[in-house]
Nanobody, 118 residues
Framework: QVQLVESGGGLVQPGGSLRLSCAASGIIFNIYTMGWFRQAPGKERELVASFTSGGNTNYADSVKGRFTISRDNVKNTVYLQMNSLKPEDTAVYYC????????????WGQGTQVTVSS
C-alpha cells in the first residue's frame, strides 16, 4: 500500500518560512520523480517543484529563488523549503510521486494547508 504523508503546513506571516515534508512508503522511492504541487481556491492544481530520480530539479517561475526542493533517499522523504512567503503562496500543497517509465505510476498525498497572512 502506497502512502505519501505530508507535514509542516500552517499559518505564516508574509516574508516568513515553512518547510514541508513528505514521507513515502510502499514505493521504491529512489526511482520516482518526487514533486510538490499546490492548489489555491478556485484555481487548478499547479506544479511547484520536482526532483527526478536522476537528480534534476525543476521549479515554477513564481517560486524560483524562494523555494528549494530536496530529497533523502535513505529516509524516503522529500522536502520543500519555502522562504520569503507571499500571500499568493496560500494553497493546499500536495506531494506527488511519479514513475515516468513503464509501469507508469502516479500517487498523491492528502495535502497540507499553507496560509500566508498577516
Amino acid at each position: 500500500q502506497v502512502q505519501l504523508v505530508e507535514s509542516g503546513g500552517g499559518l505564516v506571516q508574509p516574508g516568513g518560512s515553512l518547510r514541508l515534508s513528505c514521507a513515502a512508503s510502499g514505493i521504491i522511492f529512489n526511482i520516482y520523480t518526487m514533486g510538490w504541487f499546490r492548489q489555491a481556491p478556485g484555481k487548478e492544481r499547479e506544479l511547484v517543484a520536482s526532483f527526478t530520480s536522476g537528480g534534476n530539479t525543476n521549479y515554477a517561475d513564481s517560486v524560483k529563488g524562494r523555494f528549494t526542493i530536496s530529497r533523502d533517499n535513505v529516509k524516503n522523504t522529500v522536502y520543500l523549503q519555502m522562504n520569503s512567503l507571499k500571500p499568493e503562496d496560500t494553497a493546499v500543497y500536495y506531494c506527488n510521486a511519479a514513475h515516468k517509465l513503464p509501469p507508469f505510476r502516479n500517487y498523491w498525498g492528502q495535502g497540507t494547508q499553507v496560509t500566508v497572512s498577516s
